[in-house]
């Protein structure tokens, strides 16, 4: 197969000389374009110096790299102390996301493992139905969360009624209100990977480690996790990342109090009271945290491929 | 002789009366069977007959609708895989793909708590067995097909269960390789006298390999018996047709005394011949190997016709001969200068060979 591969494309490169880079022209734009562009403009950014009304001025500057690291005092005159308030910030977003990504793949798995299991047409109406929420606006299923959750929402309500519990939670405005806004959010993009990769989990293997003396949770932990590990890495990913850059939940569910880096950002570019260069910075340094992460990963499946 | 030996032996597995029913579709009915211990035992059947759902009951993969299955007289219908003392060799291998060779093999070993020294050496001695000495650090997907089998044969084997169960693990290798392996399958069964409990549809190797051999048709048992049982004393039409090439020759049967029939063939001949358990007298099927046929001068034999059709196959030659009433007989001599081959369009005379005719039950 392998080697009927690079005939073809032997054959395609005498055939096609020459047009062969031009054919992929339009791939390069689309990345360079949406892609590297954007990025570079913020790396550009968070390196100039701000105006006072929103934008920059064109002059190199690292103020805004200074100001997230280091806290010279109300008028910048004393000398640098460590500033914390960004680094707490970006501490409780790395913590709130590994939360919703720990909560969604509790979740998602088994409801990943519930719909790969089914028979061939209820597959597909479980995953439609595990769908339909996200045809919604984020936004307005954000705020619905709010009113569900709220001290006089339906949640606590139908709780006292029952009798569960003697007076309302306080559930808006924590750290769990906003756990709890991600998980929502983001729970297909843990479900969908890692029911494709529990799909194309052969069940022969389950049988076979069963009939080697294996009971369900040593053929769980030893068999079918590993195999289908890539699914829920990628399912982490998916989740993870996106956590980590959201405003939505926080803002809506997480008050003043609970800030994230998303919401930090957002701050710096709404309005005219913005900081510019200081948006792009974070933004900056979120994006090198995330390919930090990235780079790791991809580096151990790499390792493990060669073996 | 060994056949008497055979049969005092302990019995390994007892299936009793096992019926198995997929919602209204029935796969096995009133199955019984009693495996011998240290018995190379062959489950023989046409795609679908129930083999693989025969030795999934027994692995624990199907539960049995009805009837028990004993291991060495134990009841072991309720236990789940994982508490049962067999191992199975996949038809499709199944070896854990994120495992390489060492870590499949040491798997049901650590399992059943061994420490890792003593599993360690274990593995190298089952792999020495099947001659896979230097692959230990290999990934299934590294493997050719006998290779993974090899494997998959290992793994089975390493925690030496009392009863192995194979379902058709050559067919996926080629005729040479398959013809080889057989063999040393073979001399493992002997080497380590583990009941075997192979599954094919492929009557070669059950011939070849088999201390008996149940051949299965739609759920049911047909026959059980050694190789040479079911091919020279099949015992009913099914047998007679799917082991072997045979003449099925539709006869009436004239008379039934002490395991013989006198019948009438087609043409007006007559012959007498042993009779299977269980046939009646009426209308019926006798069976005759094509190789126990011999030609006559028209006339003199018990039936007589012309030759239709040649056909060489190298070391023997296939003689069809057309009877009277349009049925085909077919005649198979050696390509030697001394037999005799008529040309087509001949009239012939044929003849069977002493015991070679056999009435089987319809
Ligand atoms: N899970 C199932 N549900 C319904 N019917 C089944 C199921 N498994 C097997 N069958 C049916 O039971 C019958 C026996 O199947 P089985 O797999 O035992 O055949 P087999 O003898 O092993 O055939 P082969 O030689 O092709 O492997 C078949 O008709 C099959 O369609
Ligand atoms: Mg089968």
Redesign the pocket.
């Given at each position: 197969m392998v080697a009927g591969i690079e005939n073809n494309n032997s054959s395609n490169t005498s055939t096609y000389a020459g047009l062969g880079s031009l054919l992929i022209l339009p791939t390069w734009l689309v990345i360079g374009f949406f892609l590297v562009l954007p990025v570079l403009m913020m790396l550009v950014y968070s390196f100039l110096t701000k105006e006072f009304r929103g934008g920059v001025i064109w002059e190199f500057s690292l103020a805004a790299y200074d100001q997230f690291f280091f806290d010279r005092g109300l008028f910048g005159d004393e000398p640098p102390k460590i500033e914390w308030t960004y680094i707490i910030i970006f501490w409780r977003s790395i913590w709130l996301a590994a939360v919703a990504t720990f909560l969604c793949l509790l979740v998602g798995f088994p409801t990943a493992w519930f719909i790969a299991t089914r028979s061939g047409p209820n597959k597909s109406l479980w995953l439609f139905l595990i769908t339909i929420p996200y045809w919604v606006n984020l936004l307005i299923r954000t705020i619905s969360m709010k009113f569900l959750i709220r001290d006089t929402g339906p949640l606590n309500e139908w709780l006292l009624a029952a009798g569960v519990i003697p007076e309302p939670i306080h559930m808006i405005n924590t750290n769990f209100a906003v756990q709890l806004g991600l998980f929502y959010s983001y729970l297909p993009f843990m479900v969908l990977p890692i029911y494709a990769a529990v799909e194309r989990y052969n069940f022969a293997y389950s049988e076979a480690a069963a009939d080697l003396y294996a009971g369900r949770w040593a053929t769980l932990r030893k068999i079918i996790l590993p195999i289908v590990k890539p699914g829920i890495i990628a399912g982490c990913i998916l989740v993870f990342v996106p956590s980590l850059g959201a405003f939505l939940a926080p803002d809506l569910l997480g008050g003043a109090k609970n800030f994230m880096i998303g919401s930090l950002i957002e701050e710096q570019f709404k309005g005219n009271a913005g900081n510019w260069p200081f948006g792009a910075a974070a933004a900056m340094i979120l994006l090198s945290m995330v390919l930090i992460v990235l780079t790791f990963y991809a580096r151990q499946q790499m390792k493990q491929g060669k073996r | 002789m060994g056949n008497t030996r055979e049969s005092m032996k302990e019995v390994a597995v007892d299936i009793v009366n096992l019926t198995k029913c997929?919602?209204d579709?029935t796969?096995?009915s009133d199955v019984s069977l009693d495996i011998r211990d240290n018995e190379f035992f062959t489950?023989l059947?046409?795609?679908?007959?129930?083999?693989?759902?025969?030795?999934?009951t027994v692995a624990g993969f199907?539960n049995v609708t009805e009837g028990a299955i004993l291991l060495y007289g134990e009841d072991i219908a309720n236990l789940p895989p994982n508490k049962r003392p067999v191992n199975t060799v996949f038809?499709q291998y199944a070896l854990f793909p994120h495992m390489d060779v060492m870590q499949n093999v040491l798997f049901g070993l650590l399992r059943l708590g061994q420490d890792a020294a003593s599993a360690r050496a274990r593995v190298g001695e089952v792999l020495e067995m099947v001659q896979l000495g230097g692959f230990a650090h290999r990934l299934p997907g590294q493997l050719s097909g006998g290779q993974q089998q090899r494997v998959a044969l290992a793994r089975a084997l390493a925690p030496n269960p009392k009863v192995l169960l194979l379902?058709?693990p050559l067919s996926a290798l080629d005729l040479k390789l398959r013809q080889a392996v057989r063999l040393e399958l073979q001399q493992l069964q002997r080497d380590t006298g583990i009941t075997f409990i192979f599954?094919t549809?492929d009557q070669e190797e059950a011939l070849t390999m088999s201390d008996r051999i149940a051949v299965?048709a739609e759920?049911r048992v047909q026959q059980v018996g050694t190789a040479r049982d079911i091919y020279e004393a099949p015992i009913n039409k099914f047998v007679a047709d799917f082991i072997g090439e045979t003449n099925l020759i539709m006869v009436q049967v004239l008379g039934l005394a002490d395991g013989n029939a006198t019948c009438l063939l087609p043409g007006g001949g007559k012959c007498t011949c042993p009779a299977a358990q269980g046939a009646i007298a009426g209308e019926g099927h006798i069976s005759v190997r094509p190789e126990r046929v011999g030609f006559a001068e028209p006339d003199a034999g018990v039936m007589s016709g012309q030759v239709a059709r040649l056909v060489y196959l190298g070391t023997d030659m296939h003689v069809d001969v057309t009877l009277v009433d349009g049925e085909t007989i077919t005649v198979r001599t050696q390509n030697s200068t001394g037999s005799y081959i008529p040309p087509v369009g001949e009239n012939v005379g044929l003849t069977f060979e002493q015991g070679a005719a056999r009435l089987l039950v319809d």
């Open positions: - | 997929y919602g579709f796969a096995l489950l059947g046409p795609s679908g007959c129930g083999k693989t759902t025969l030795l999934r199907e038809q379902d058709e599954v549809h299965i759920g």
